[in-house]
């Protein structure tokens, strides 16, 4: 299995503060890695596939970078709304795999 | 627009059984492969099973095996999940989830139902 390790555990950052978080695999995902974002109470929603394509209508202040084992998700300008918990996903092998997350809080 | 909604999910005592059901709108159903993720409580997500869109394949996660069946019925847009042996380590909201991929399996979640919660408990 392959295990996903997202750093930090916790951001504390300002609105328009620039967001980096970490996800690292135990071994190559290759190109196969996902962001998703939750906000309390609701579904998660996919932000990022294959590194660094943004999905469907998710802005471009969002952006996904990496390769092999070492990937980042970075949020360039923070809005209100971006404050939420963010999960990196591998679809590389199975089973498939996610990190623990990542909480962005306003400082 | 493309939506999923989940039912079915409730309290259960341990060792009993509870099926879950999905049902979709918004796209073609029958064409896409279907997820179910779970989340305990305050905690992080689980992959749980896959069925591909005409129900030839069927993965799950090494913890449900053989306790957990994934179904579908295309005529219905509904998706299922059939959970027996539950025990307290199964207590989590399940999500089914679109399976999406640009190429390869279809192991990208988008989008996600909102969720129900099963709790096992005695």
């Known amino acids: 299995e392959i295990v996903l390790t997202q750093s930090p555990a916790t951001l504390s950052l300002s609105p328009g503060e620039r967001a980096t978080l970490s996800c690292r695999a135990s071994q190559s995902v290759r190109g196969y890695l996902a962001w998703y974002q939750q906000k309390p109470g609701q579904a998660p929603r996919l932000l990022i596939y294959d590194v660094s394509d943004r999905a469907t209508g998710i802005p471009a202040r969002f952006s996904g970078s990496g390769s092999g084992t070492d990937f980042s998700l970075t949020i360039s300008s923070l809005e209100p709304e971006d404050f939420a918990v963010y999960y990196c996903q591998q679809r590389y092998s199975w089973p498939l795999t996610f990190g623990g997350g990542t909480k962005v809080e306003i400082k | 627009q493309v939506q999923l909604v989940e039912s079915g999910g409730g309290v259960v005592q341990p060792g009993r059984s509870l099926r879950l059901s999905c049902a979709a709108s918004g796209f073609s159903f029958s064409n896409n492969a279907m997820h179910w993720v779970r989340q305990p409580p305050g905690k992080g997500l689980e992959w749980v099973a896959i069925?591909?869109?005409?129900?030839?394949?069927?993965y799950y996660t090494d913890s449900v095996k053989g306790r957990f069946t994934i179904s579908r019925d295309n005529s219905e847009n509904t998706l299922y999940l059939q959970m027996d042996s539950l025990r307290v380590e199964d207590t989590a909201v399940y999500h089914c989830?679109?399976?999406?991929?640009?190429?390869?399996?279809?192991?990208?979640?988008?989008?996600w139902g909102q969720g129900t919660l099963v709790t096992v408990s005695s």
């Open positions: 989830a679109r399976g999406v991929a640009v190429t390869g399996n279809p192991n990208f979640f988008d989008p």
């Open positions: 069925i591909w869109s005409d129900g030839s394949k069927k």
